[in-house]
Structure formats: C-alpha cells, structure tokens
C-alpha cells in the first residue's frame, strides 16, 4: 500500500543483516496482529479496559467499526455533520478563542499554525487564539487582541473537569460580562467538546452546541475528533476533510502494507535499534519548515505521555521506554545545538521533516527554499558521514550519526494528516517494543493530587502546613511573607 510520505533511512546506521533482526523482531511482537486489534476496537489499552480508537475517527471510509457489537461510525459521521453545520455559521465572527490543555491543545494549534499559508480557497477571516497555560499572562495576552461581541470560544476538556480549562474559562466568560454581554447572550457564544455532555451543560454551553467525543479516544490522539473543530472554523470543512484524508491514507499504509516497506514500523525500529545498541535517550525532530514549528511540541506529548513508562505489559520494570523528544525548525536549530549533536560524545538520533514545494509564494521564495534544501541534506550528510583525516580533534567530525528524512510532497492539510499519523504509529511500534501501554498516562496524576492542598494552604492565609511536606511548607511561607512588588 503506497504512503503519500517519502521516508529515506539511507543515513539510519544500519545495515541490511540489522535489519533483518529487526523485522524479525517486529514479527515476534506480532505487530500484525496488534495492528489488527488497534484498527479493529480491540481492548488494546489495558489499564483502563478500553480500545484506542483514534483511527476511526479519521476513517473517511465510513466502513463499519465495531466496538462491544456497536458500529461507531454512524456517531463519528454526525459529529462531522455537525462541525460542518458550525464552520457554516461564522458570520460577523472575528476571533475563536480555543481553551484547553495538553491534547486538548497541542494538535489543533500545530494545525492552525502549520496550515496559516496554506492555499485553502475556504479560508475565512477568522483569528483563531488557543488558550492553555493557567498563567493569567496567557489570558491577558489574548484579551487584548480580541473583539468581544464577536468571538466565540471552544472549551475542551474530556471529562469536563480539567482545573486549568475551567479556571481560564470562567476567566473569559468574566471578561465578557465585564464588557456588558449578557449571559444569554455568552451562553449562545460557547462551544464544548466533551466526553462529559452532563457537565458541560451545567456549565452553561447550549446543549446543540456541545460535540461529543469518546472514552477511547485518548486526549494526545484527539485531534482527529471535534477537538479539530478550530481547523474547520478557519479554513473550512473541506480542509478538515482533506486533513483526516491524509491521516486515512497513512492508517491504510500502516495497516496493509508488508513490514519492509511500512514506514511507521522502520522509522520505530531505527529509534529502537539505537537506543537498545548504543543506549541513546534522546531524539532531535529537525523540520526544514517554519510552518512545522510545534511540531516537535506535539510529538513531544505524543511520545513521552505514550512511552515514558516504569511498568511494561507484565508489571515488571523495563530496561528502556521513550527518549527525550525535542527540536527546533532548522535553520535555527543549526544556530543552536547541531553543535553538540555533530562533535559531542553522545549518540542522539536526528528525524529531518522536509518539504519538496516552496511554502510562500513571496519574491525569490524558490531560492530561500534552495538554500534551505541544502542546509537539510548537507546536514544530514554531515551528521552521517563526518569528516575525519585530520590530527585536530576540535575539527573531528566522527559522522556515523544516524538520521531519516521524512518529505512532504507540499506542505498542506492532507500531508499534514499524513506525516502526524505516521508518527503515531511510530509510538505505536515503539510501545509493542518496549512491551508497555501507550495509551494510558497514570504519571500525571500524583503532581495534580498533591497540587490541591498546596493551592488551599496558598489561598488561605490561615491554612495548617503541618501536614505538607516540610520543604513544600516552608516555600509556602516564603511566598506568604515576602511582599509583593505590585
């Protein structure tokens, strides 16, 4: 099955007898099969009892999906009627303001961001703002750029009791008060995108502009659900369409091609080879694109929330799970730490994301995108091939860095689609390598529970520390006692 990406692992480090052991190893895991159970609402995240069902959510197919004797589909295809019914009713809309966090944030605004140049003929004059951080500086910024009487906001949250949406929510809806819109007014303003419609509902969102999502829908995977709902309210549902089509024809790549030509599975077993034979811990994703620059942000969650893990499958410590993802766009990045990465004694893995279309259409675009071309295949060259044959160690390049290009024919919603389901499926294999769970997330609990009490000893000026830990208390004390500068 062809993939609408280009995947060159020429410069990986490894040789044809390493990756024979590797497909090897990738039928010892019965990827096959786990494959099959992903696609098909097998209970695959079993921690919590669940299927991960991101790819039907982008199965433009409507072929049926079935999860306990239930075709999901149907239910799927409303929510997409529904946001094309939304991003057909923005008249006199100037700004959306976007409030989630995490999954709920970080794959729409790569979109946005990513699509801002993209030469969609929908794309209306719409500002879309996300909103995440708890930090009121994020608010504040916002408000200032924002017309009250026509915006309108997004709230996402799964549960419908994330602490951070909330408060900057209500926040918001303060602000418009303050600017003399009613509450009937703001209450035809809100959207939400819940699993949780009860919630919502209390909350005050109109029940006709609620859009549901489901348990199995893990938060970092969700953009392909109503949380893309900004996507289509600034360029458009046909741009939406395009961008789940290209995600769809990534799913059947990954789903139907033969294991040496998957580029999901190579792109995972590369990452593993070195990290088992060389011991690496981290990842650069360098993408040869301004307009990829949440990129690594996105995979960063996707990731590290995926396989950071203790536990494997079996209860039992695992030697190895995720490494440390992070990057920059280049050339910046080049400016940065390709210093360390060329000469330093640490072997860290690089992921080069390219694109063969001028992405601007400026006067002498074709030459910025020339020059920027090269400075990715040279540097990759480089990063593989070094340059020895001198006694000067400090001009010693060793080479042998591996590194993959991932190219993008154009850099538009389809392709974008595509090149974020390659590498959640690249997660995917990596987790059935690692043998743990990549859709459960139990390690962000413990900083939320303990941040209650914290927050209650803050905002009480009488509270008890005696039952906070001690160091914790006495930070507590200090930020009580030392006077405020406003």
């Not at 799927?76 to 009713?89: F, G, L, P, T």
Request: charged share 15%; with cysteine.
């Amino acid at each position: 099955m062809d993939s609408p990406l280009l995947i060159d692992t020429r410069f990986a480090q490894i040789t044809d007898a390493n990756w024979r052991d590797l497909f090897a190893l990738a039928k010892k895991v019965a990827l096959t099969q786990k494959k099959n159970d992903l696609f098909n609402g097998q209970k695959i995240n079993t921690s919590e009892q669940r299927p991960a069902l991101h790819t039907a959510l982008r199965n433009i197919s409507e072929t049926p999906v079935m999860v306990e004797d239930v075709d999901v589909m149907p239910n799927i295809a409303e929510v997409w009627r529904q946001m094309d019914q939304a991003s057909n009713q923005l008249l006199g809309v100037t700004d959306i303001i976007h409030i989630g966090i995490g999954g709920s944030d970080f794959g729409p605004r790569l979109v946005c961001d990513a699509l801002r140049l993209s030469n969609t003929s929908e794309k209306p004059s719409i500002r879309v703002h996300f909103l995440s951080n708890v930090d009121s500086a994020d608010l504040a910024n916002i408000l200032e750029k924002v017309k009250p009487l026509s915006t309108r906001l997004i709230l996402v949250s799964k549960a419908f009791t994330t602490v951070e949406t909330l408060q900057n929510a209500s926040a918001v809806i303060n602000w418009l008060i303050a600017k003399g819109i009613k509450s009937a007014q703001i209450s035809k303003m809100i959207y939400a995108v819940t699993a949780n419609p009860k919630l919502a509902k209390q909350f005050g969102v109109m029940e006709k502009n609620i859009f549901p999502f489901w348990d199995w829908v893990g938060g970092r995977f969700s953009v392909w659900s109503a949380v893309g709902l900004p996507i289509a309210l600034q360029f458009g549902f046909k741009t939406y369409q395009d961008f789940l089509a290209g995600a769809h024809a990534m799913d059947q790549h990954f789903l139907k091609s033969e294991d040496q030509h998957n580029q999901a599975l190579q792109l995972g077993l590369a990452l593993y080879f070195h990290q088992k034979q060389h011991g690496v811990k981290s990842q650069a994703i360098i993408p040869y694109a301004q307009s990829l620059q949440l990129f690594p942000n996105w995979l960063q969650q996707l990731e590290m929330e995926s396989n950071g893990k203790t536990a494997g499958l079996d209860g039992q410590p695992v030697p190895f799970s995720a490494p440390v993802i992070f990057g920059i766009p280049g050339t910046n990045a080049q400016h940065s730490f390709f210093q360390m990465l060329h000469q330093g004694p640490e072997i860290i893995p690089v992921d080069f994301i390219a694109v063969r279309e001028s992405m601007s259409n400026i006067e002498n675009h074709r030459s910025h995108h020339e020059q920027l071309l090269a400075n990715c295949l040279a540097q990759s060259q480089a990063f593989a091939i070094g340059q020895g044959h001198t006694t000067d160690l400090n001009h010693y390049y060793p080479g042998k860095r591996p590194n993959n290009i991932i190219w993008l024919p154009r850099l538009d919603a389809f392709h974008l689609g595509a090149l974020m389901a390659l590498y959640e499926h690249r997660t995917f294999c990596l987790g059935l390598l690692y043998g743990i769970n990549s859709f459960d997330q139990p390690g962000v609990e413990l900083g939320k529970k303990l941040a209650v009490p914290i927050q209650s000893a803050l905002s009480d000026p009488q509270s008890d520390l005696s039952h906070l830990n001690p160091v914790t208390a006495d930070r507590i004390m200090w930020l009580k006692n030392t006077p405020s500068s406003s």
